[in-house]
């Protein structure tokens, strides 16, 4: 009897552990800033900004006592047709050097741990004489320095700068990651979505 009792005890304790634990998400995703470099682009036929690439740090939380599984960190750029992908450059930081990783690779979090990257978005610029008036000072060091791409400092010395611009280029864009899971069908599992703050 005494021994039945403290079966039953240890399997009540473990019940509401694990469901106290379910209240938590699983899953959190967030994004924070980073002080790696803003690059833009220029085309030569015009001399004038094309593309402009801000970096976010994206930190991808397990809370579970699970592992989790994705592919893919997808980036939807809410001012362009949803047709349309520009995707992003997905990278770790080893040794305070940014590495290019796969954004098309299996990707594991072990359970009740993180992973951090730095995403790379990469906003289309207009080519109206307003907006490009406003980036002609990085125009003008990239023909002095004779290149195509240059590092200009961080999203929140540009956001300073350029306040109206980034906002136009960012506004309502959001991350999301599909986990995978094997009890499916396809596979797949949920999908989470975040919006992206700067």
Known sequence: MNKLFKIVICGISLLLFFSCNNNEQAITINCDNTIDPIIVRMTREDNSIISIKFPQKILIQNNSFFKKSFIKIEYRYNNIPLGRNYGIGLYEQKNEILVKISNNKKKTISPK??????????????????????LKPYVEKMLRLKKDTLRIGTVVEFK????ELFENLTRNDSVSIRFLNSSTKSGLGERIAVPVKW
């Open 113 to 134: 741990n993180q992973l951090v990257y730095v995403l790379y978005t990469s906003h289309y610029i207009d080519s109206t004489k307003s907006v490009q008036q406003q």
């Open 160 to 163: 300073q700068k350029h306040k």
